[in-house]
Antibody, heavy 119, light 107 residues
Framework: QVTLKESGPALVKPTQTLTLTCTFS??????????VSWIRQPPGKALEWLAR???????FYSTSLKTRLTISKDTSKNQVVLTMTNVDPVDTATYYC???????????WGQGILVTVSS | DIQMTQSPSSLSTSLGDRVTITCQAS??????LNWYQQKPGKAPRLLIY???KLEAAVPLRFSGRGSGTDFTFTISSLQPEDIATYFC?????????FGGGTKVEIK
């Protein structure tokens, strides 16, 4: 059974760096073809894809956010970490991690974590 | 980035009615189009992938069709548990992009 769970701070101050961790089970990110993505959703708004890391450590980022994002993995801990620098109130959102079935078909999702950016 | 234009943004209809949502891509995406259902406070759930393939355990009243730039998602007979927001998503090109969503409500 594939499960994913996001963890991190619920509240961060503007200009700080946000670090989110996705802890998963039921698969290994060292298996060929496995990919984990991060997606966010501001309250009442649409989904926005942020980043992806693949089994071979390839990394891909949102066009508009790539200068602020870093994605990494710890295969031994079954974790994927996303950092976002210089956060702003507009980054307030529920952040989800998801595992791809193939390509960028997002078949398994975590429950999400609401992160509020406020002073 | 490929832009996904989804319509309508919301709709109000009766139980048992047929519901149709459209999604248009800003360029040809072949059939690399998925549909997700999201209920309030919950993560999205994959319903349809590759434009028309039903994910396991998804009821047969859900369907999708289309290719290229124009896609439709249909609920043949709306049930109370279908009240949700639906999103399309393309994955032909990186980055994957989502439509703005369609909120389905009961009249």
């Amino acid at each position: 059974q594939v499960t994913l769970k996001e963890s991190g701070p619920a509240l961060v101050k503007p200009t700080q760096t946000l670090t989110l961790t996705c802890t998963f089970s039921g698969f290994s990110l060292s298996t060929t073809g496995m990919r984990v993505s991060w997606i966010r959703q501001p309250p009442g708004k649409a989904l926005e894809w942020l980043a992806r890391i693949d089994w071979d450590d390839d990394k891909f980022y949102s066009t508009s956010l790539k200068t602020r994002l870093t994605i990494s993995k710890d295969t031994s801990k079954n974790q994927v970490v996303l950092t976002m620098t210089n956060v702003d109130p507009v980054d307030t959102a529920t952040y989800y991690c998801a595992r791809n079935l193939y390509g960028d078909l997002l078949a398994y999702w975590g429950q999400g974590i609401l992160v509020t950016v406020s002073s | 980035d490929i832009q996904m234009t989804q319509s309508p943004s919301s709709l109000s209809t009766s139980l048992g009615d047929r519901v149709t949502i459209t999604c248009q891509a800003s360029q040809d995406i072949s059939n690399y189009l998925n549909w997700y259902q999201q209920k309030p406070g919950k993560a999205p759930r994959l319903l349809i992938y590759d434009a028309s393939k039903l994910e396991a355990a998804v009821p047969l009243r859900f369907s999708g069709r289309g290719s290229g730039t124009d896609f439709t998602f249909t609920i043949s007979s709306l049930q109370p548990e279908d009240i949700a927001t639906y999103f399309c998503q393309q994955y032909d090109n990186l980055p994957p992009t989502f439509g703005g969503g369609t909120k389905v409500e009961i009249k």
